[in-house]
């Protein structure tokens, strides 16, 4: 089975703090995702990479990093966070583009407050 | 032309019942259709997908029909039961592509 886990399933944090959440799978797939998931707005795409030190911006890039030095492992980083990034956290993985690529596996999640 | 789009928002069906999801989509190069299921403090996991070359998909009690024509498909759970009761995401994908399109997502709460 697929195993994706997230560093932290509840954060608080300040306004102005700079917030690292960590995403780690297991299954070597190739293609990683953030999403943040807010109630009637669905899942909306932050970052995604699809390769070692590559990524590309989603749909709400802005005010969001991220980071990939190792296939297993892409980090969200708020460099600044704001109350209005209060929202649940998504990491969620796939194998490489191809006929198999829809089928992403998800993190429990991380709902972080900012205060 | 990226949009999916899904409704109702929420909906109650009582034990037993079928619990129907829309999800409309415009772009025609989508060939992956997926339905995510999600509990409460749980990320969502896959349910049940077609591919447009078919217009019904069956598993259990989770029926996907797909109307290639109009662009749209459904998500049908027969017999419904209180365990059901989680948050629907219709989806949309194409192949080479990376990105996967979510719907707005449907509640579902299924009365004992």
């Known amino acids: 089975d697929v195993k994706v886990t997230q560093s932290s399933r509840y954060l608080v944090k300040r306004t102005g703090e700079k917030v690292f959440l960590e995403c780690v799978q297991d299954m070597d797939h190739e293609n990683m995702f953030w999403y943040r998931q807010d109630p009637g707005l669905g899942l909306r795409l932050i970052y995604f990479s699809y390769d070692v030190k590559m990524k590309e911006k989603g749909d709400i890039p802005e005010g969001y990093s991220v980071s990939r030095e190792k296939k297993e492992r892409f980090s969200l980083i708020l460099e600044s966070a704001s109350t209005n990034q209060t929202s649940m956290y998504l990491c969620a993985s796939s194998l490489g583009a191809g006929i198999s690529n829809g089928q992403q596996y998800f993190g429990p999640g991380t709902r972080l407050t900012v205060t | 032309q990226q949009q999916v789009k899904q409704s109702p928002q929420s909906l109650i069906v009582q034990k037993g019942g079928i619990s129907i999801i829309n999800c409309a989509y415009e772009n025609t190069a989508f060939d992956y259709f997926p339905w995510y299921q999600q509990f409460p403090g749980k990320g969502p996991a896959l349910l049940i997908a077609i591919r447009p070359d078919v217009s019904e998909k069956k598993e259990g009690r989770f029926t996907i029909s797909f109307n290639k024509s109009a662009k749209q498909f459904s998500l049908h759970i027969m017999d419904s039961q209180p365990g059901d009761s989680a948050t629907y995401f219709c989806?949309?994908?194409?192949?080479?592509?990376?990105?996967?399109?979510f719907g707005a997502g449907t509640r579902l709460f299924v009365k004992a």
């Open positions: 989806a949309a994908s194409y192949t080479g592509g990376f990105k996967t399109i």
